[in-house]
C-alpha cells in the first residue's frame, strides 16, 4: 500500500461519514457541561487534555496500539476486546464503544475478505487497530487520526451544546495538536502494563450522564 493510499483509506475509515454514529455520543461531556465543570473555550481545552492524558481516551489509544502489533493473532485480539470492554467505566461507555466497533467493522468489510476482521462485539479502539494492522497502514498515523478524531468529536458535541461556537472549536483544534501528536508517540510504544488513568471527573460524567434528562447524546 502507498503513503497515500493508507492516507486516504483511514480518512474514509475515520471520516464523520463512515457509518459508526460517533455523532450520537459526548463521552460525559454533555453531563460535564450540564455541571458547568465544562462552561467555555478555556475549560473545554482543559476537559479534553485531561482526558487525552489520564483517561479513557489514553487506554483506547494503548489498545488500538496493541491490538494493531497484534493484528494477525485472533485469539489476542479476542483478549484485547474482552479487556477493552471490562475497563468501560460505565454502562453507556460500554455500549458506546461496543455499537461502535460493531458498525465500523461492518463498513470496514468492504475492504476485505469475508471472516477476514475481528468479531462484531469487538470494541472500537482494538478494531480499528486489528483492522489497520491488517491493511499494513503505520501504528503511529492511525493512532494520531484516532485521536484526532476523537478530539474533533468532543468539538462537534460542544459546538451542539453551545459550548463554543466553530471559530471556537478551530482555534481548540490548532492548539491540541501537540498533545494529539505526543499521546499518538506515547502510545505507540505502550504495553498493557501502561493502561490506567485518573481522569476521574471525565469518568463519573460518564457514569452520572445516564439519569441526565434531557439530553442531546447517548453518552
Same mark, same amino acid.
Given at each position: 500500500m502507498t503513503d497515500t493510499t493508507a492516507l486516504i483509506r483511514l480518512m474514509s475509515w475515520l471520516s464523520p461519514v463512515f457509518p459508526t454514529g460517533g455523532f450520537a455520543? $459526548?463521552?460525559?461531556?454533555?453531563?460535564?457541561?450540564?455541571?458547568?465543570?465544562?462552561?467555555?473555550?478555556?475549560?473545554?481545552?482543559?476537559?479534553?487534555?485531561?482526558?487525552?492524558?489520564?483517561?479513557?481516551?489514553?487506554?483506547?489509544?494503548?489498545? #488500538?496500539?496493541?491490538?494493531?502489533? +497484534?493484528?494477525?493473532?485472533? +485469539?489476542?485480539?479476542?483478549?484485547?476486546?474482552? #479487556? $477493552?470492554?471490562?475497563? +468501560?467505566?460505565?454502562?453507556?461507555?460500554?455500549?458506546?464503544?461496543?455499537?461502535?466497533?460493531?458498525?465500523?467493522?461492518?463498513?470496514?468489510?468492504?475492504?476485505?475478505?469475508?471472516?477476514?476482521?475481528?468479531?462484531?462485539?469487538?470494541?472500537?479502539?482494538?478494531?480499528?487497530?486489528?483492522?489497520?494492522?491488517?491493511?499494513?497502514?503505520?501504528a503511529k498515523a492511525v493512532l494520531a487520526a484516532f485521536l484526532n478524531t476523537l478530539v474533533t468529536n468532543q468539538l462537534q458535541c460542544a459546538i451542539r451544546l453551545t459550548v463554543t461556537g466553530q471559530a471556537g472549536a478551530a482555534q481548540i483544534l490548532a492548539s491540541l495538536e501537540p498533545s494529539v501528536a505526543a499521546t499518538a508517540r506515547r502510545a505507540a510504544a505502550a504495553t498493557l502494563d501502561e493502561l490506567g488513568g485518573s481522569a476521574f471527573g471525565a469518568d463519573i460524567a460518564s457514569m452520572t450522564h445516564e439519569t441526565l434528562e434531557p439530553r442531546l447524546f447517548l453518552s
Open positions: 455520543y $459526548s463521552a460525559g461531556l454533555e453531563k460535564a457541561v450540564a455541571d458547568n465543570a465544562v462552561t467555555d473555550t478555556r475549560s473545554l481545552e482543559g476537559w479534553i487534555v485531561a482526558t487525552l492524558a489520564h483517561g479513557a481516551p489514553w487506554n483506547d489509544a494503548v489498545l #488500538l496500539a496493541v491490538a494493531h502489533r +497484534s493484528a494477525a493473532d485472533p +485469539s489476542a485480539i479476542a483478549e484485547f476486546a474482552d #479487556l $477493552s470492554r471490562a475497563l +468501560s467505566v460505565s454502562a453507556e461507555r460500554r455500549t458506546e464503544t461496543v455499537d461502535q466497533g460493531a458498525a465500523f467493522l461492518d463498513a470496514a468489510a468492504h475492504w476485505f475478505g469475508a471472516g477476514a476482521l475481528p468479531q462484531r462485539d469487538t470494541p472500537l479502539p482494538v478494531a480499528i487497530g486489528a483492522t489497520a494492522g491488517l491493511a499494513g497502514i503505520e
